[in-house]
């Protein structure tokens, strides 16, 4: 599919599993990002990639591990999922930072329930 | 991160115009934007500013920016039934890489 997908879409899991949410781009976009979701904070930014092999913090990255071995993939681990990332997580990606081209293409979201 | 502030409901009445605002702090933001989240979906940009303008037309959409008292508002004329959405402002500071975004508006629209 083109675009950027994410999977699961929905997901339940257990307070101290490891859970991975999976994120795909088909642009070659050099940016990736992950938000998060939560009534009442709109998006928080947790992790971002410049490129292969390039990530950083965001707003609230404690708990999450990402990875960025391939362009077109960026996967979000809870190394050990809390209640507290009960939440809906999107991903998105982006040409560049600076300008024009940099707008931001989301895809359609992970809703994460952890009991 | 900056704070980015926004009303969390607003609703119209079909046909009426719509006024969504939003606040923000930093005052090194260089683009402003409005996404539009749709039930069960990502955001999708709606249309953006540069800082160094104060309005901006595009069909039904009026985005105007006051960099003074930092503020930004997205008009919507002849809102739509299709038009009910959570709205999202978002900021990008100088030499940022990501956006800041607001809590969201939910925009209902009551035929």
């Known amino acids: 599919d083109a675009g950027i997908t994410q999977s699961p879409r929905y997901k339940i899991t257990e307070t101290g599993r490891q859970v991975t949410l999976m994120c795909h781009q088909t642009?070659?976009?050099?940016?990736m990002f992950w938000y998060r979701q939560d009534l009442g904070h709109g998006l928080r930014l947790i992790y971002y990639?410049?490129?292969?092999?390039?990530?950083d913090k965001g707003e609230v990255p404690d708990g999450y591990v990402v990875s960025r071995s391939k362009t077109e993939n960026f996967p979000l681990t809870l190394e050990s999922a809390t209640r507290s990332q009960t939440s809906v997580y999107f991903c998105?990606?982006?040409?560049?930072?600076?300008?024009?081209?940099?707008?931001?293409?989301f895809g359609p979201g992970t809703r994460l329930t952890v009991l | 991160g900056e704070d980015v502030e926004q009303s969390l409901f607003l609703s119209v009445r079909e046909g009426d115009s719509s006024v969504i605002n939003c606040t923000y702090t930093?005052?090194?933001?260089?683009?402003l934007y409005w996404y539009k989240q749709e039930p069960g979906a990502g955001l999708q940009l709606l249309t953006y500013?540069?800082?160094?303008?104060d309005m901006k037309q595009d069909q039904r959409l009026t985005v105007l920016l006051n960099k003074k008292d930092k503020h930004l508002s997205l008009r919507i004329a002849d809102t739509q039934t299709g038009d009910s959405a959570i709205y999202f402002c978002?900021?990008?500071?100088?030499?940022?890489?990501?956006?800041?975004f607001g809590t969201g508006t939910r925009l209902t629209v009551i035929p």
């Open positions: 998105a990606s982006s040409e560049s930072t600076r300008g024009v081209g940099d707008e931001q293409f």
């Open positions: 642009w070659s976009h050099s940016y």
């Open positions: 990639s410049a490129a292969a092999d390039i990530t």
């Open positions: 930093d005052s090194s933001s260089t683009y």
């Open positions: 500013i540069f800082s160094n303008m």
């Open positions: 978002a900021e990008r500071q100088a030499g940022a890489n990501n956006l800041f």
